[in-house]
Nanobody, 127 residues
Framework: QLYLVESGGGSVQAGGSLRLSCACT??????????LGWFRQSPGKEREGVAL???????TYANYVKGRFTISRDNVKNGLYLEMHDLKPEDSFMYYC???????????????????WGQGTAVTVSS
């Protein structure tokens, strides 16, 4: 079993920064077994991809966060992070971390490619 727990959300003004973290617990809590990602969602809307980082460190970003957000991982500490800079009001979402254990193929930044999810942490950006 793998349980993911996000932290670091909060309220900031436009132009500000936040750093989200995602820790894991459970018998399968070994991050180097997974591709990892961040997604976000507003109530009543579909979850959208933000960024992913593969086991070998390759990253993929959604166009709407490129140049502002950075995803990283620490396989020793079982940590996943999302550095968010120059935040905009349209970045206000619930943010979720996710893990993908189908490691024989490269993942896409889509919800269906990830099979383990955290409960989310809220980010609110005010203008």
């Amino acid at each position: 079993q793998l349980y993911l727990v996000e932290s670091g959300g909060g309220s900031v003004q436009a132009g500000g920064s936040l750093r989200l973290s995602c820790a894991c617990t459970g018998s399968d809590c070994t991050y180097n077994h997974y591709n990892l990602g961040w997604f976000r969602q507003s109530p009543g809307k579909e979850r959208e991809g933000v960024a992913l980082i593969e086991r070998d460190g390759r990253t993929t970003y959604a166009n709407y966060v490129k140049g502002r957000f950075t995803i990283s991982r620490d396989n020793v500490k079982n940590g996943l992070y999302l550095e968010m800079h120059d935040l905009k009001p349209e970045d206000s979402f619930m943010y979720y971390c996710a893990a993908d254990d189908l490691i024989w193929r490269r993942p896409k930044l889509i919800e269906s490619d990830f099979n383990w999810w955290g409960q989310g942490t809220a980010v609110t950006v005010s203008s």
